[in-house]
């Protein structure tokens, strides 16, 4: 087997047993949605992608044509983004949407292949202060973000690669969550 395939088989065997947690995320989830909440998710570069990637299956469809639901990823408003980083700083980009968007019951998806990213640090933190759920998806544990959040998916794996493949791997089973509860 290749190299680069093989670390991903074994580490994809280490986090089998974090399924369980996602798919009761997406019961939670589909719950929030259902009822007129939100989904907000936030991360940077790759990790940025994955949560559009996440809000773009909620907001278009996963596998059954179904209604939308309300899902924003934070880094996908370039000029409020630009602002915000201009006006207080790159550490509030996501904290300060959090505030704009979040509603006490909405839920935040943080991803973080360090769990180390102080803009994502800000954001859970300001979603807790709003009364709206945090889970985060990480590298390996423990880290802060992992800390921080009510709930957190942590990978084993020391390259940033293979964590971002397994995040995309459980992005998939949350959404898969959400539309079997649905």
Request: with cysteine; aromatic share 4%.
């Amino acid at each position: 087997m290749d190299s680069h395939l093989e670390k991903l088989w074994n580490v994809l065997e280490k986090v089998e047993g974090q399924a369980a947690t996602v798919r009761i995320w997406g019961g939670k989830l589909a719950g929030v949605l259902a009822s007129g909440g939100r989904l907000l998710a936030c991360g940077n570069g790759g990790s940025a992608a994955e949560a559009q990637h996440l809000t773009a299956e909620l907001v278009g469809r996963f596998r059954d044509d179904r209604l939308p639901y309300a899902a924003l990823p934070l880094h996908g408003d370039a000029s409020s983004l630009t602002a915000i980083a201009n006006d207080y700083g790159a550490d509030e980009v996501y904290a300060r949407q959090v505030r704009a968007h979040g509603r006490p019951g909405d839920v935040l998806v943080c991803l973080s292949t360090s769990g180390a990213s102080p803009n994502v640090l800000a954001a859970a933190r300001a979603a807790q202060e709003a009364g709206i759920l945090s889970w985060a998806m990480t590298g390996p544990a423990p880290n802060p973000l992992a800390d921080l959040c009510l709930d957190a998916v942590a990978v084993p794996a020391e390259e940033t690669a293979t964590v971002q493949e397994v995040h995309l791997a459980l992005i998939h089973l949350l959404c898969d969550a959400v539309e079997e509860a649905l």
